[in-house]
């Protein structure tokens, strides 16, 4: 009789780069706001770090678009992951994918990456603050310690417009029911006619913190949400003297209209710029395609690309997402990254192209 009573597990895990993944389920969870859960056709382990994020790689109206979403899952559920996007008035990606991205649709995701996590920045004591579909990160940080039993002091404050619009609603009065360490607070701006609210009403402010979490100025923060609310929160703070170094902030940021590139296409802007000696050029060659350009002082690999019409997928811009991620084969570069790329890529000879300023010549595998 055999004893191997459990096959080897074989399923690969994932890591940051692009991959081609399923959409599986949709799911309504306010009036303006959808889950599309995936996975992939051949099982594949999501493990991240909470809090982190993944870039869409889409085509509209065919143009190829790049956009950046928190995972809102936890790594505790593997198999799959999960996205909560709320539809935008005139947001032409939001609702691109509201009206069209339905179950069995394939498509590509970059990631996962990010600074803004639970994992990098642990404390027995956290104090998640939200606003808005900004829940979607720290909803993933809670969930990951309620599945895992994490011994955490969880305060969760979320604030919303009205009763319909909060986010998780059921899930959230269900964790605060089942364990004493997550306690939940949930703040509505106003209700409408025939909705019951007995919670706080209003915008998060000083009282209310001090009503809510006494001891915040104890606890690691995490904040999510709208920039003016944001903002708030750091103003707050500071007037309290908390230390910064324990408040974290999710925020993408907005893509460049313009990369530097393009601006310098313009003949107006060329003609203006200033003479640059020869040896003051930097060469950048893209060995895969066989071209190579000289580059001013400053100027990116990214934008060296783009002058020779080259088109590194990228999205935010800022070094934060990983996606123009590119192998660098000679030559130095300045990189100066907000965490999308790993120590292991950069000893690898990985840049992330839209931060990295050529030191001299350079070779790109491109």
Same mark, same amino acid.
Request: charged share 20%.
């Given at each position: 009789?055999?004893?191997?009573?459990?096959?080897?597990?074989?399923?690969?895990?994932?890591?940051?780069?692009?991959?081609?993944?399923?959409?599986?389920?949709?799911?309504?969870?306010?009036?303006?706001?959808?889950?599309?859960?995936?996975?992939?056709?051949?099982?594949?382990?999501?493990?991240?770090?909470?809090?982190?994020?993944?870039?869409?790689?889409?085509?509209?109206?065919?143009?190829?678009?790049?956009?950046?979403?928190?995972?809102?899952?936890?790594? %505790?559920?593997?198999?799959? /992951? &999960? =996205?909560? #996007?709320?539809?935008?008035?005139? !947001?032409?990606?939001?609702? $691109?994918?509201?009206?069209?991205?339905?179950?069995?649709?394939?498509?590509?995701?970059?990631?996962?990456?990010?600074?803004?996590?639970?994992?990098?920045?642990?404390?027995?004591?956290?104090?998640?603050?939200?606003?808005?579909?900004?829940?979607?990160?720290?909803?993933?940080?809670?969930?990951?310690?309620?599945?895992?039993?994490?011994?955490?002091?969880?305060?969760?404050?979320?604030?919303?417009?009205?009763?319909?619009?909060?986010?998780?609603?059921?899930?959230?009065?269900?964790?605060? %029911?089942?364990?004493?360490? /997550? &306690? =939940?607070? #949930?703040?509505?701006?106003?209700? !409408?006619?025939?909705?019951? $609210?007995?919670?706080?009403?209003?915008?998060?402010?000083?009282?209310?913190?001090?009503?809510?979490?006494?001891?915040?100025?104890?606890?690691?923060?995490?904040?999510?949400?709208?920039?003016?609310?944001?903002?708030?929160?750091?103003?707050?703070?500071?007037?309290?003297?908390?230390?910064?170094?324990?408040?974290?902030?999710?925020?993408?940021?907005?893509?460049?209209?313009?990369?530097?590139?393009?601006?310098?296409?313009?003949?107006?802007?060329?003609?203006?710029?200033?003479?640059?000696?020869?040896?003051?050029?930097?060469?950048?060659?893209?060995?895969?395609?066989?071209?190579?350009?000289?580059?001013?002082?400053?100027?990116?690999?990214?934008?060296?690309?783009?002058?020779?019409?080259?088109?590194?997928?990228?999205?935010?811009?800022?070094?934060?997402?990983?996606?123009?991620?590119?192998?660098?084969?000679?030559?130095?570069?300045?990189?100066?990254?907000?965490?999308?790329?790993?120590?292991?890529?950069?000893?690898?000879?990985?840049?992330?192209?839209?931060?990295?300023?050529?030191?001299?010549?350079?070779?790109?595998?491109?």
């Amino acid at each position: 009789m055999s004893t191997n009573f459990l096959n080897p597990v074989n399923t690969q895990t994932w890591a940051n780069g692009r991959h081609l993944v399923r959409c599986v389920k949709v799911i309504q969870e306010t009036w303006d706001v959808r889950t599309f859960c995936f996975n992939a056709d051949q099982p594949i382990m999501f493990f991240f770090k909470p809090g982190q994020f993944v870039t869409l790689e889409l085509e509209i109206d065919g143009v190829p678009i790049m956009r950046s979403y928190t995972i809102s899952s936890s790594p %505790s559920v593997p198999y799959s /992951f &999960s =996205l909560t #996007i709320k539809r935008v008035p005139g !947001g032409k990606v939001s609702n $691109w994918l509201h009206d069209n991205l339905k179950e069995g649709d394939e498509l590509a995701v970059h990631g996962p990456a990010g600074l803004f996590n639970a994992i990098d920045f642990s404390n027995e004591k956290v104090l998640y603050l939200s606003g808005g579909v900004g829940i979607t990160p720290v909803m993933s940080m809670a969930r990951w310690f309620f599945d895992t039993n994490g011994a955490v002091d969880m305060v969760f404050v979320h604030s919303a417009r009205s009763p319909k619009d909060v986010i998780y609603h059921r899930e959230l009065e269900h964790m605060a %029911s089942r364990i004493s360490n /997550f &306690s =939940l607070h #949930i703040i509505c701006e106003k209700h !409408g006619l025939g909705e019951a $609210w007995a919670g706080y009403r209003g915008y998060l402010n000083q009282k209310m913190l001090e009503l809510i979490a006494p001891d915040f100025l104890e606890r690691e923060i995490f904040c999510c949400g709208p920039t003016p609310y944001m903002q708030a929160v750091k103003r707050l703070l500071e007037a309290n003297g908390f230390d910064m170094q324990r408040y974290h902030e999710e925020s993408f940021g907005a893509t460049p209209a313009e990369d530097r590139a393009d601006a310098i296409e313009h003949a107006e802007q060329a003609a203006d710029a200033p003479v640059l000696d020869v040896a003051d050029l930097h060469q950048v060659e893209f060995t895969s395609t066989g071209k190579s350009i000289r580059v001013a002082p400053g100027e990116t690999v990214h934008a060296a690309a783009a002058k020779l019409g080259l088109h590194i997928p990228k999205a935010c811009g800022m070094g934060i997402c990983g996606t123009c991620k590119v192998m660098k084969t000679a030559g130095e570069v300045s990189m100066e990254h907000n965490g999308g790329i790993t120590d292991e890529d950069v000893a690898e000879g990985y840049i992330l192209s839209c931060c990295s300023v050529p030191k001299g010549d350079v070779s790109i595998d491109y």
